[in-house]
């Protein structure tokens, strides 16, 4: 009984904290994620955001617009909007370089403060043969990974967690479950993960 009054106090000091509107506009929601620190890259900018209705943004509050600044702009030159976030399809297995492109990504977002080096892969998904090598921290690494037609290995993802943990790293990768089979995967501090979940109420979790 104790317990569950705790939590439950828990959770109503957790909705103190979340600050974020109901139902924002698109413009309001775009200055929350700007003042949060997502800076759009060179060559991209606001329009590039407006792919949906803006209807959709306000029905899907914050996670709609969290998912789109992962994206790449449609247009040349198919840049990603934000270094900040990678909205991730895991039905992404293709052939050759398909996990070297995972990997840049996980670096990308790491905004510099992880760096891999010569990195490479192999992939067959008749032959059911994949692997991801690369230098990391000053050590090579080579990982057999799994076959499952053109699903991602989820468990290359988990590795690279645990060297984030081992190299000490300010930042860890994040999670938002989108509901689909692509997932929202960013790099913050705790500090900028609890100012996220604050000003959005995005569920966004450790990776």
């Known amino acids: 009984m104790k317990r569950i009054l705790f939590m439950g106090i ?17 413009e309001e929601q775009f200055q929350i994620f700007k003042d949060l620190g997502f800076k759009l890259n060179e060559e991209t900018n606001k329009s ?3 792919r949906w ?7 899907e509050p914050f996670s709609l617009m969290y998912m789109t600044l992962g994206q790449t702009i449609e247009r040349e030159p198919w840049k990603p909007l934000t270094n900040r976030c990678w909205d991730f399809d895991t039905e992404a297995i293709e052939d050759h370089g398909s996990y070297v492109d995972i990997i840049k ?21 008749e032959e059911e043969k994949a692997w991801i090598s690369f230098t990391f921290s000053g050590k090579d690494y080579k990982w057999d990974l799994k076959i499952d037609n053109d699903w991602v290995d989820v468990d290359l993802f988990s590795k690279i967690v645990e060297l984030t943990k081992k190299n000490k790293s300010k930042g860890r990768y994040t999670y938002f479950d989108t509901g689909g089979q692509n997932a929202v995967l960013g790099f913050e501090t705790p500090e900028s993960l609890k100012e996220i979940k604050r000003k959005t109420g995005l569920k966004t979790t450790w990776l």
């Open 10 to 26: 828990l959770a109503l000091l957790g909705c103190k904290n979340n600050t974020a509107p109901k139902n924002p506009p698109f």
């Open 53 to 59: 209705d803006k209807q959709d943004f306000i029905d």
């Open 105 to 125: 990504n996980l670096e990308r977002i790491t905004r510099g403060e992880l760096i891999f080096e010569n990195i490479k892969d192999y992939v067959d998904i």
């Open 48 to 50: 590039d955001l407006e």
